[in-house]
């Protein structure tokens, strides 16, 4: 199973960017998806994850009301829109899928099955 992220790039601040990644490759029974990021010099963290129906979404609290996370279960495909966006969210952004487990999110890497190779995303100011 591979993922493969898109849509980073060199955006000012308050401008938006819509990151996607797609799963594909095997037989893959996509349950929770999720979106991290590491800036220069920090560890890296989960922004973003949702459940299988899409009915649970989790955001840290740094991109709450900047950003949504959203998925198409029929593309298995994730979605990252990021608006207002701070010189402060410059970072390669992650996309990670775990196998269902039951429809809930998580915020851990460990819970992770499959990564993205990481899009990077500079805002300027």
Do not use: H
């Amino acid at each position: 199973v591979q993922l493969q992220a898109s849509g980073g790039g060199l955006v000012q601040a308050g401008g938006s960017l819509r990151l996607s990644c797609a799963a594909s490759g095997g037989t893959f029974s996509s349950g929770a998806m999720g979106w991290f990021r590491q800036a220069p010099g920090k560890e890296r963290e989960c922004i973003a994850a949702i459940s299988w129906s899409g009915g649970s979404t989790y955001y840290t609290d740094f991109v709450k009301g900047r950003f949504t996370i959203s998925r198409d279960n029929a593309k298995n495909t994730v979605y990252l829109q990021m608006n207002s966006l701070k010189p402060e969210d410059t970072a390669i952004y992650y996309c990670a899928a775990r196998t269902y487990s039951g429809d809930t999110y998580y915020t851990r890497e460990a819970r992770y099955d499959y990564w993205g190779q990481g899009t990077l995303v500079t805002v300027s100011s």
